[in-house]
């Protein structure tokens, strides 16, 4: 790999922002976090007056072939909303675009971390190794190798990331543009992390994998085994305190709130953790514990803690957890509970 990737690109003057603007300072307000920005009105295209100072930093990446087709035929994963994520990443360029023009002062950031990437597998590669890297005794270079090869090696990593993006946007009313999940959302930081630890662990690179879980766990509290087996479209919503074991298994368009454990029940060994199917929500402080089934669609309150299996399509809540409406006829949903977020209009509880 080039020994370009190593080193930062020299921001001269001719790419540094424009003079401040003299903005008037306003007292902190409260704001509808569900006033979400339109992305349709962000052209990707918009940028084009930068294109030349971007393009002086592009970093020479690989091609991804699978990633860049233009086959009508070839559809990337996308989030709730099912468009083409061909354009993903020249929409989240525009986003940083605004924001570097809304706030100069994170012009030099941004464009370390977007700008210069003409890819986001080249920018995801080097975000991670920025956020994981430990200074003089594991060089953010040596782990943005690691990274990209991880990426070149199973492109279906690229894939699910783009999915978890638009899961982001789609699902979480706080998230307002793309550019800021790819940047400051440690959820999508920590997928992304066991994502590639995950690739190492089943190519037999065990102690790398667990090098790269135990930086994940330190600086974005979150555990997750490398061996845990995660689908695409994965909302990690808040994350904090998030724990999943060697064996669970959780598949597409899931959306799991802070503090969730997919934990066994004891010192047994063998197949011991959760499976999630596909479109379950599990609400904050949720504890499943054991080889026990969540099926596809069900949501899982907040506070429960989970023993036995929940059918598809249903609601459990409670400690212990209890089908709202009883076992032998469980309210039904109609709607992929990860998708609706709904986590209260089951209660008919009243103070």
Same mark, same amino acid.
């Given at each position: #790999? ?8 020299? $921001? ?11 903005? /008037? ?18 052209? /990707? ?7 030349? =100072?971007?393009?002086?930093?592009? $970093? ?15 559809? !990337? ?11 993903? &990443?020249? *929409?989240?360029?525009?986003?940083a675009l605004s924001d570097s023009d809304s706030e100069p002062i994170l012009y030099r950031y941004l464009s370390d971390l977007i700008f210069r990437h003409d890819s986001l597998e080249s920018a995801l590669a080097n ?21 990209? *090869?991880?990426? $070149?090696?199973? *492109? ?39 994502? #590639?630890?995950?690739?190492? &662990?089943?190519?037999?690179? =065990?102690?790398?994998? #667990?090098?790269? *879980? ?14 845990? =087996? ?11 305190? !998030? ?69 598809? &399509?249903?609601?459990?809540?409670? +400690? /212990?957890? =209890? ?5 032998? +006829?469980? !309210? ?8 609706? #977020?709904?986590?209260?209009? &089951? ?5």
């Amino acid at each position: #790999m080039s020994t370009s990737l190593l080193h930062r690109p020299a $921001i001269t003057d001719s790419l540094r922002p424009v003079a401040r603007r003299n903005l /008037p300072r306003q007292m902190a307000t409260c704001v509808d976090c569900c006033c979400r920005t339109n992305s349709a009105s962000i052209n /990707p295209l918009s940028f084009a007056h930068s294109q030349s =100072r971007i393009n002086e930093n592009l $970093i020479d990446w690989p091609v991804f072939p699978d990633i860049a087709c233009s086959s009508d035929d070839f559809r !990337v994963p996308a989030g709730d909303s099912g468009e083409d994520a061909d354009d993903l &990443w020249a *929409q989240i360029r525009a986003e940083a675009l605004s924001d570097s023009d809304s706030e100069p002062i994170l012009y030099r950031y941004l464009s370390d971390l977007i700008f210069r990437h003409d890819s986001l597998e080249s920018a995801l590669a080097n975000l991670l190794a920025k956020k994981l890297c430990i200074p003089n005794l594991l060089p953010a270079s040596d782990l943005d190798d690691l990274f990209a *090869q991880a990426l $070149i090696d199973d *492109q279906s990593i690229i894939r699910a990331a783009r999915a978890d993006l638009l899961a982001a946007r789609d699902r979480d009313p706080a998230c307002s543009k793309m550019v800021h999940c790819l940047l400051y959302y440690k959820g999508f930081h920590a997928c992304q992390a066991h994502r #590639m630890a995950h690739r190492l &662990w089943i190519t037999g690179r =065990r102690a790398a994998a #667990m090098m790269i *879980q135990s930086r994940s766990s330190e600086i974005f509290a979150v555990d997750i085994h490398p061996a845990a =087996r995660i689908g695409s479209g994965l909302l990690l919503d808040h994350a904090t305190g !998030v724990v999943i074991g060697e064996t669970a298994v959780i598949g597409n368009d899931v959306s799991i709130l802070h503090n969730v454990t997919l934990g066994g029940t004891g010192k047994e060994t063998g197949d011991r953790h959760p499976k999630i199917e596909d479109g379950v929500l599990v609400g904050a402080g949720t504890q499943i514990l054991g080889n026990v089934r969540i099926g596809k669609g069900a949501k899982v309150g907040a506070g429960s803690v989970v023993l036995k299996d929940v059918p598809a &399509w249903t609601t459990a809540v409670g +400690n /212990p957890a =209890r089908l709202l409406g009883g076992k032998e +006829n469980p !309210v039904r949903l109609d709607r992929l509970a990860s998708l609706t #977020m709904d986590h209260t209009s &089951w209660s008919d509880y009243v103070i």
